[in-house]
C-alpha cells in the first residue's frame, strides 16, 4: 500500500475516535476551543479530521470486501509492502508469535498469502501477499490516487507546492507525534 496510505491508516487508528473532538458535520468557525481542552482548532484541522475518519471508514469497507477482519486487513498491508518473516510482522502488528501464527493462517487459506522458504536461510519463512490480493487492493485505492490528482489538477504550481509542504508538514509532525506516543506507551510497559 502506498505510504501515505500506511500514514493516514496510523492517523486513523491513533484519532478514530477521540472523544475530545466534536462532530466533523457541525458547523464552525475557523477557530474555535472544543470541550475546555483544545485550543486552536482550525477549519484545516477540522478538514484534515474528516479525511482521517473517512480513511477509516473506507478501510473498513476495503477489508469486508477482501473478507477480513482488522487485523488480518493490517498483516496484509504490511506484506504488501515487501514479504516478511512472522516474528518482524508479530512485531509490526503488536501481537505475540502465536497470534501471528493464526493471522497467517488465516491469510494463507483466505488465498490471500502464502508461505515460503527465506532465500538466505532456509530454516525460516517468509510471508508474501498474493498478487490477486494485492491487486484487489490497488484497484480500490486506486480511485482515490485519481481523486487526488482530479482535486489538484486545476491549481495552480505555487498551489500544490503548497499543499504539498502542508501535507508533509502535518506527515512529519504526525510521524513524531506517534514516536512519542510510542516511546510513552514502552516506558509504561516497562514500570513495574
Not at 469486508?64 to 516474528?87: F, K
Not at 487492493?137 to 504539498?164: F, H, K, L, N, Y
Request: proline fraction near 7%; glycine fraction near 4%; charge should be negative.
Amino acid at each position: 500500500m502506498p505510504e501515505a496510505i500506511q500514514s493516514l491508516d496510523a492517523a486513523s487508528t491513533a484519532l478514530r475516535e477521540s472523544p475530545m473532538l466534536s462532530p466533523i458535520s457541525e458547523p464552525a468557525p475557523a477557530i474555535r476551543p472544543v470541550s475546555g481542552e483544545l485550543k486552536g482548532v482550525t477549519s484545516a484541522a477540522r478538514t484534515l479530521r474528516r479525511i482521517i475518519r473517512l480513511n477509516a471508514q473506507i478501510r473498513v469497507q476495503m477489508r469486508l470486501l477482501m473478507g477480513l477482519n482488522e487485523t488480518d486487513y493490517a498483516a496484509l498491508s504490511v506484506l504488501m509492502r515487501a514479504p516478511t518473516g512472522p516474528t518482524e510482522l508479530a512485531r509490526n502488528l503488536h501481537l505475540t508469535t502465536a497470534a501471528t501464527t493464526a493471522v497467517v493462517d488465516r491469510l494463507v487459506s483466505g488465498g490471500h498469502a502464502v508461505r515460503e522458504p527465506h532465500p538466505q536461510d532456509r530454516r525460516r519463512t517468509l510471508v508474501r501477499a498474493l498478487p490477486e490480493s494485492r491487486s484487489q487492493a490497488m484497484a480500490e485505492v486506486q480511485p482515490m490516487v485519481d481523486m487526488v490528482g482530479d482535486a489538484m489538477s486545476g491549481m495552480t504550481d505555487q498551489d500544490r507546492a503548497a499543499v504539498e509542504r502542508f501535507l508533509d508538514s502535518v506527515a512529519d509532525h504526525m510521524d513524531a507525534w506517534r514516536d512519542d506516543l510510542t516511546a510513552r506507551v514502552t516506558q509504561q510497559a516497562e514500570q513495574p
